[in-house]
């Protein structure tokens, strides 16, 4: 094999390379996208149950502290 056809190959290695590097980088960052996303639905679900045990243990004092 010539030296201009060694070239020629490790040019269209480089080249698929490239591409496959640039799917890898694009599901990276989808994955960063929904993490992200996971994150933020994951707080509002905290915050949501947090006030709901605050509002339950807030209405058992109070029926405890009218029933003495």
């Known amino acids: 094999m010539d030296m201009e056809t060694?070239?020629?190959l490790i040019?269209?290695?480089y080249a698929n390379?490239?591409?496959r590097?640039?799917?890898v980088e694009e599901k990276i960052d989808d994955i960063k996208e929904q993490m992200t996303?996971?994150?933020g639905a994951l707080i509002k679900v905290i915050v949501g149950t947090t006030g709901t045990i605050?509002?339950?243990l807030i209405s058992?004092?109070?029926v405890i502290l009218t029933q003495t």
Do not use: F, N, P
Request: net charge neutral; hydrophobic share 40%.
């Open 6 to 8: 060694r070239m020629a």
């Open 11 to 13: 040019e269209q290695s």
């Open 17 to 19: 390379l490239e591409k």
């Open 21 to 23: 590097i640039d799917k």
């Open 37 to 39: 996303s996971s994150q």
């Open 54 to 56: 605050l509002v339950a």
């Open 60 to 62: 058992t004092i109070g």
